[in-house]
């Protein structure tokens, strides 16, 4: 990707960086290259998605099928998703760097080789309440 037609000015004022700062990030071919690709506005059309696969015992009541969308991997959008337990999102940070990391190397992030998530409850037997387990996947916007 050559730096032709990405508009640094644009960027650095979308990002809040001094002029340092945006040195800094030029100054880095690998992340020049992941810039200019999430930047591209087919990232901002890919959803991150969490899903509900089972469910035993769970006190906020998530069950299969409840979802949260999160835009460009990052953004959670509240009118697509259901409610959901913060208890339960406590890995969604690494699924987010793994969709992030295989977009920005030019990888297929709907591609993830260990995408199942565990909630943060141990289940009853273990002293906790209940456990659920999740899925993450990602899909364009035109499939949703």
Same mark, same amino acid.
């Given at each position: ?56 015992? !769970? ?7 409840? &979802?949260?969308?999160? %835009? $460009?991997?990052?953004?959670? =959008? ?43 409850? !141990? ?7 209940? &456990?659920?387990?999740? %899925? $993450?996947?990602?899909?364009? =916007?035109?499939?949703?």
């Amino acid at each position: 990707m050559s730096g032709k037609g990405f508009d640094w000015k644009a960027y650095q004022r979308q990002m809040g960086y001094s002029d340092d700062e945006l040195q800094m990030v030029k100054s880095d071919l690998r992340r020049v290259k992941a810039t200019k690709r999430m930047a591209l506005p087919e990232w901002q059309k890919k959803y991150l998605i969490i899903e509900v696969v089972s469910s035993e015992g !769970c006190p906020a009541h998530m069950k299969p099928g409840d &979802r949260l969308f999160f %835009k $460009a991997s990052t953004v959670m =959008e509240p009118a697509k998703s259901d409610p959901w337990c913060v208890l339960a999102m406590n890995n969604f940070d690494m699924m987010a760097a793994v969709v992030h990391d295989k977009w920005a190397s030019g990888l297929d992030p709907a591609d993830m080789d260990f995408s199942y998530l565990p909630c943060v409850d !141990c289940g009853v037997e273990n002293g906790g309440w209940g &456990r659920v387990v999740m %899925k $993450a996947y990602v899909k364009d =916007e035109s499939e949703l």
